[in-house]
């Protein structure tokens, strides 16, 4: 997604688009656009991209976020990570979002952030090379 994104901590519903929400002890933790919490006078620490893995992966699978979170951690770049229903969200320091971008280009499979590979020759065993987590 374009745009830089924080996190903000409100009492109640601000008049922000929210990309994300959780209700925790402390308050409503929102995700949202930097200029609107700078519009809206919203305190925040770290700003960040937003990258979107658009392999559709499931709630259930196992092995996903550790190896996402593993390979921006080889290379010093946190990491918080949204699930949706149907991908995941990470969100990265916004001055090391190219960094982590190329490291996810390297260490995971092309279709993982919408990189589809063009074989010279599409086998079943070629295809499932590109599309196996094994590699991490």
Do not use: K
């Not at 929400?21 to 809206?40: F, H, I, K, M, N």
């Not at 149907?86 to 990189?115: F, K, M, Q, S, Y």
């Amino acid at each position: 997604r374009d745009g830089r994104y924080v996190f903000v901590t409100a009492d109640a519903l601000v008049d922000a688009v929210a990309q994300a929400s959780v209700v925790e002890p402390e308050g409503l933790s929102l995700v949202v656009c930097q200029e609107d919490a700078d519009r809206l006078g919203l305190r925040y620490d770290f700003v960040a991209r937003w990258i979107m893995l658009t392999v559709h992966s499931s709630l259930s699978a196992v092995g996903l976020t550790a190896a996402v979170s593993a390979a921006l951690a080889e290379v010093g770049i946190s990491c918080n990570v949204i699930a949706g229903r149907h991908h995941d969200h990470l969100l990265v320091p916004a001055a090391r979002a190219d960094d982590a971008l190329a490291t996810l280009a390297e260490r995971l499979p092309a279709p993982c952030l919408g990189r589809v590979p063009r074989l010279a020759l599409a086998t079943p065993a070629a295809v499932a090379a590109h599309l196996s987590l094994s590699a991490l």
